[in-house]
């Protein structure tokens, strides 16, 4: 004679996920997913997100695996509800049932979401400084099956203001103004692309290494809880799938945004800046061949609209080009008898140009807050933050690659596993501080019962 029950230790990761998490939220978002009235009895769905968590949770690397370690695993039986004697469902049943009920659908964003605002209630998750970074994932396809393919370039999508700002420049300095380019043909770009998986896109990981993947951008705050993420192809640079991604952790209300250097463009800074965030990113240095002098030794004169020279002769302003930055000249008939003229340029007709972007305005206030006091502290939290998310994701859950195809499967798959990363941590801390998890549930109750009593008093 046994029990579950006494089978399964009582400090056990999924008791503590158990007790800290009702999953009947679940059979709401599933509803109309499911026929009420014919067909055969189904598999429970709760069962059946359980069985891709339990992958999710202990890094197993698929599903064929997991139903195996299900099978001879007391704690996992116990956590789905069957006993020894219970049939373990094929490890086909989660990949059917995505394709015919879950494609398409935002079933798993929205348990990230319930799983996020399940920590936020406990008041583990600290809203106001968030930590933005990506990483590459390796995608289900073989690098050498690969062809070249042609596609639309997208576009940018502060385009239209950036042709706005442009324009505006250009006449404040008596220049024409570019015509629209909305009738214009659209680009075309050459891109390599998966034979197997057209989805993801190559990315380049050093001078000898290109291997297909997906890029996973995502925010998290200062204790590590995953807030927001969005999945794109290999190939797209980082400060390109920054506004989707930003939309998402925009309903969060930052105040501080940290990331690297990836992100430091002006479209973004100025972006953020206007949305009152603070942008935190390091300094990025100027890419100046070796011998010649550094941009910043070049000081611009904001009150005349040009740049001084380190012999002290002035670069006037000459156009502002279709790509939004200003072209300073010099005169090639000083510039030839000039000392410094190795050291400053190796145009034949000695002519020195410095270009600045109509929006430089927000890069430098944007150095003005990263030398503010105590933002180089926050900064190095970036180490104990969205990098150890990433650290956490690959080497104990099994982020390191993907067996899925398809963006929607692997955006599916990556919310199911920040979900649970979330929940994985929400369930020892609140194992640990029992207390004050009660305290924080009965004062949400009451807040709950206030907020309902006000509403109905409101209404009569």
């Not at 429970?44 to 299900?70: C, E, H, N, W």
């Not at 099978?71 to 039986?77: G, K, Q, S």
């Not at 990263?370 to 104990?396: N, P």
């Not at 920040?418 to 807040?447: E, G, H, T, Y």
Request: charged residues 30%; glycine residues 4%; contains cysteine.
């Amino acid at each position: 004679m046994f029990c579950m029950e006494d089978l399964v230790p009582s400090d056990h990761l999924l008791r503590k996920i158990e007790k800290a998490l009702d999953f009947s939220f679940i059979y709401p978002l599933v509803e109309d997913k499911y026929s009420q009235d014919n067909g055969r009895p189904s598999l429970d769905p709760v069962v059946l997100i359980k069985m891709a968590m339990i992958q999710y949770l202990f890094g197993i690397r698929s599903m064929r695996q997991t139903v195996k370690d299900i099978e001879v695993n007391a704690a996992y039986r116990w956590f789905l509800g069957m006993d020894f004697s219970d049939n373990v469902p094929h490890f086909t049943t989660f990949g059917k049932n995505y394709q015919r009920r879950f494609a398409r659908t935002d079933l798993f964003e929205r348990i990230f979401a319930h799983i996020l605002e399940r920590c936020m209630s406990y008041g583990y998750v600290k809203e106001g400084v968030m930590f933005v970074d990506a990483t590459h994932i390796k995608a289900s396809a073989n690098r050498n099956k690969k062809v070249k393919a042609e596609v639309l370039r997208e576009s940018r999508e502060y385009e239209r203001e950036l042709q706005e700002e442009i324009n505006r420049d250009r006449e404040s300095h008596d220049k024409k103004p570019f015509d629209n380019d909305d009738d214009s043909p659209p680009e075309i770009k050459t891109i390599t692309q998966s034979t197997t998986d057209p989805d993801c896109g190559m990315f380049v990981k050093g001078e000898h290494e290109r291997q297909f993947a997906y890029m996973i951008s995502t925010g998290c705050d200062k204790n590590g809880f995953v807030i927001g993420y969005d999945v794109c192809a290999g190939n797209v640079h980082d400060c390109m799938s920054f506004g989707k991604l930003y939309e998402k952790l925009k309903e969060y209300d930052p105040c501080l945004m940290v990331m690297d250097a990836g992100y430091k463009t002006t479209a973004i800074l100025r972006k953020l800046i206007l949305d009152g965030v603070i942008p935190l990113m390091p300094r990025v240095d100027p890419k100046t061949g070796k011998g010649f002098f550094y941009k910043n030794e070049y000081v611009y004169d904001e009150m005349n609209d040009w740049y001084i020279c380190p012999a002290n002769k002035t670069l006037p302003y000459s156009t502002t080009n279709r790509e939004g930055y200003r072209e300073y000249k010099s005169k090639g008939c000083i510039c030839e008898k000039c000392p410094f003229l190795k050291k400053c340029t190796l145009s034949k007709n000695h002519v020195k140009v410095i270009t600045r972007h109509v929006w430089h305005d927000y890069w430098e206030l944007a150095e003005d807050f990263r030398l503010s006091l105590g933002m180089k502290e926050v900064y190095r939290q970036r180490k104990e933050t969205i990098e150890r998310v990433f650290a956490d994701a690959k080497e104990k859950h099994g982020m390191r690659y993907t067996q899925l195809r398809g963006l929607p499967r692997v955006k599916a798959e990556a919310g199911l596993r920040f979900a649970c990363m979330n929940l994985k941590k929400m369930a020892n801390w609140a194992w640990d501080n029992p207390l004050l998890s009660r305290f924080q549930r009965f004062f949400l109750v009451s807040i709950d019962f206030l907020h309902s009593k006000m509403l109905r008093s409101v209404s009569a």
